[in-house]
């Protein structure tokens, strides 16, 4: 296996996003920060962003396993029109040269001009299908699935979920949680599909615990999250807990408050802020520690899943 262009691999032989080079452990990054100081408490960002340039943060712990698991088939995955995984999948696909296919929830944008992520997935050699909302909902039926593959093509492709959260995935992210351990008493995490909670929550040691920050409003991901656990580890594993008052209206979602607030956290700390998770993770903290949440004495590692992505021209 070699390196091609523009960090491109080329190679006859199955891919291994290893050989991309990532930046394992990702840094740890202490800020001083009054909102934290104040209340005897220390912060810590843990820069998953900083794993690799285009398959950044969470992305790349959950899609590594599952690049490997393709062995060179046609990737095909699921996600909304602002999907920040279709366009990691289609950044991975474009370095690793494997082909890769985005079924995009809502059929009626296929009549519309892409949006500006949609664009870079296409930029980045992902072909796109669009299915009506129905239709996605079953997506994880089996007919429907198969329909799916016959439309795009691809029958013996390997197939992520939406997010990514599968049990490769949570498996993955486990690493997440043993890198943190020695380090932090409370790591907290904005959640999606919860699958980078239930891999780090099981890889915390005894004593440490994990809190996500669903970006989704609902109520539901407790349950999506132990899921996920039982698949991957057959129980639920570790302390891990969840506080869904910080969305924001839901995913994608943003408010003037909340773009104020992240436009302060990166003049601050000179750290870039990532509107549709991370945002509300920060968010979150400086309003649980402003509430007396975390005692005295503690360390909270706040996790930078991502970072917006660097256009291309």
Same mark, same amino acid.
């Given at each position: 296996?070699?390196?091609?262009?523009?960090?491109? &691999?080329?190679? @006859?032989?199955?891919?291994?996003?290893?050989?991309? @080079?990532?930046?394992?452990?990702?840094?740890?990054?202490?800020?001083?920060?009054?909102?934290?100081?104040?209340?005897?408490?220390?912060?810590?960002?843990?820069?998953?962003?900083?794993?690799?340039?285009?398959?950044?943060?969470?992305?790349?712990?959950?899609?590594?396993?599952?690049?490997?698991?393709?062995?060179?088939?046609?990737?095909?995955?699921?996600?909304?029109?602002?999907?920040?995984?279709?366009?990691?999948?289609?950044?991975?696909?474009?370095?690793?040269?494997?082909?890769?296919?985005?079924?995009?929830?809502?059929? %009626?944008?296929?009549?519309?001009?892409?949006?500006?992520?949609?664009?870079?997935?296409?930029?980045?050699?992902?072909?796109?299908?669009?299915?009506?909302?129905?239709?996605?909902?079953?997506?994880?039926?089996?007919?429907?699935?198969?329909?799916?593959?016959?439309? &795009?093509?691809?029958?013996?492709?390997?197939?992520? /979920?939406?997010?990514? @959260?599968?049990?490769?995935?949570?498996?993955?992210?486990?690493?997440?949680? %043993?890198?943190?351990?020695?380090?932090?008493? &409370?790591?907290?995490?904005?959640?999606?599909?919860?699958?980078?909670?239930?891999?780090?929550?099981?890889?915390?040691? /005894?004593?440490?615990?994990?809190?996500?920050?669903?970006?989704?409003?609902?109520?539901?991901?407790?349950?999506?999250?132990?899921?996920?656990? %039982?698949?991957?580890?057959?129980?639920?594993?570790?302390?891990?807990?969840?506080?869904?008052?910080?969305?924001?209206?839901?995913?994608?979602?943003?408010?003037?408050?909340?773009?104020?607030?992240?436009?302060?956290? @990166?003049?601050?700390?000179?750290?870039?802020?990532?509107?549709?998770?991370?945002?509300?993770?920060?968010?979150?903290?400086?309003?649980?520690?402003?509430?007396?949440?975390?005692?005295?004495?503690?360390?909270?590692?706040? &996790?930078?899943?991502?970072?917006?992505?660097?256009?291309?021209?």
């Amino acid at each position: 296996m070699a390196g091609g262009d523009n960090g491109r &691999v080329t190679s @006859s032989a199955a891919p291994d996003p290893a050989a991309l @080079s990532p930046r394992l452990p990702s840094p740890l990054q202490e800020l001083t920060d009054d909102r934290f100081a104040r209340r005897g408490l220390r912060l810590l960002l843990k820069r998953d962003d900083l794993i690799h340039p285009e398959l950044i943060g969470n992305k790349w712990r959950k899609l590594a396993p599952n690049l490997r698991a393709a062995a060179g088939r046609t990737i095909v995955t699921f996600g909304g029109a602002y999907s920040n995984h279709l366009r990691a999948t289609a950044a991975a696909g474009r370095v690793l040269g494997l082909p890769t296919v985005g079924v995009v929830r809502g059929q %009626e944008l296929a009549d519309r001009p892409l949006n500006p992520s949609l664009a870079r997935c296409v930029a980045d050699g992902m072909r796109l299908h669009f299915v009506d909302r129905a239709t996605y909902r079953r997506k994880t039926e089996r007919e429907t699935l198969a329909a799916v593959l016959r439309a &795009v093509g691809a029958r013996d492709a390997h197939v992520v /979920p939406e997010g990514g @959260s599968n049990t490769a995935a949570v498996r993955g992210c486990r690493a997440l949680g %043993e890198e943190l351990g020695d380090h932090a008493d &409370v790591v907290a995490v904005a959640c999606g599909t919860g699958g980078t909670l239930a891999g780090l929550a099981a890889g915390l040691p /005894p004593g440490r615990r994990a809190l996500g920050v669903p970006v989704l409003k609902g109520g539901f991901l407790g349950a999506d999250v132990q899921a996920l656990q %039982e698949r991957a580890f057959g129980s639920r594993r570790g302390t891990w807990s969840l506080d869904d008052r910080f969305h924001f209206g839901g995913y994608a979602r943003t408010t003037a408050e909340l773009d104020a607030f992240a436009e302060d956290f @990166s003049t601050r700390h000179g750290v870039p802020v990532e509107r549709l998770y991370v945002a509300k993770l920060l968010y979150a903290l400086v309003a649980l520690a402003d509430e007396d949440a975390f005692a005295r004495g503690t360390t909270i590692a706040a &996790v930078v899943t991502g970072r917006p992505f660097p256009e291309r021209p």
